[in-house]
């Protein structure tokens, strides 16, 4: 991960299935090869923890190849199964301090705050690395029933040093926007592997952006 005094960096979210982890690990190898990637988080959404778990062991030698960090989403426990860099908690998947206590206290840990200063403080007072604001834009990745505002990612960063992370529909006509109104992560899923041009094209796009 990064500081909020570094540039603005790409967050990966995995597709919400992946039937064949040896083929996506090769996938992703080649996605990382194309750019800057700070965070990979793995949300599998209905698979069993064992699926979990196994996905994820076969994908942290890709993703320590290329120094991206490995979370996995919601479920702290299964991260610590997995000896994975982290976990990514909704509001109702547990506290920061019990995660941290599973974890160690050198694994990250971040939090979604949806469109809330509030759940962001609270977060950040007990020990969340990253605070994630969103959904900025419609997306079809989740439901969603919360709408951020971009002045959040602004007010956040002038006050707070805990990075943010912006989610939620955004695309390459969009992640400029938000990098400028201060996060400090942009959170893509759909984006990039239903890019057009396949996936690595898509963060190589993304990292221009980001770059500029």
């Known amino acids: 991960m990064t500081t909020s005094d570094q540039p ?9 299935e992946i039937a064949d982890a040896d083929a996506f690990a090769a996938t992703l190898d080649g996605v990382f090869k194309a750019g800057d990637v700070a965070c990979f988080q793995l949300r599998l959404k209905g698979a069993s923890d064992d699926a979990v778990v196994a996905t994820a062991k076969t994908l942290m030698p890709v993703c320590e190849a290329h120094d991206v960090a490995l979370l996995i989403n919601d479920r702290a426990d299964l991260a610590h199964e997995a000896d ?3 976990v990514h908690l909704g509001q109702g998947d547990g506290s ?3 995660a ?6 050198d694994r990250i840990v971040g939090v979604t ?8 403080f609270a977060a950040g007072e007990q020990g969340a690395d990253y605070v ?3 959904a900025f834009y419609p997306t079809e990745t989740k439901k969603t029933e919360y709408h951020a505002e971009k ?3 602004t007010r956040w960063d002038e006050i707070v040093e805990i990075p943010s992370v912006a989610i939620g529909g ?3 006509d969009t992640a400029a926007e938000l990098k400028e109104a201060g996060a400090h992560f942009i959170a893509v899923c759909s984006a990039v592997w239903q890019h057009a041009d396949g996936p690595a094209a898509a963060v190589r796009a993304f990292n221009q952006i980001l770059a500029d």
Request: net charge positive.
């Open 100 to 105: 941290k206590e599973l974890l160690g206290l």
């Open 170 to 172: 955004i695309t390459t």
């Open 151 to 153: 002045d959040i990612l």
């Open 113 to 120: 705050c949806h469109n809330s200063l509030h759940l962001a």
């Open 84 to 86: 994975v860099d982290g």
């Open 8 to 16: 603005c960096r790409l967050y990966l979210i995995s597709q919400s």
């Open 96 to 98: 920061v301090k019990k």
């Open 132 to 134: 994630a604001f969103g």
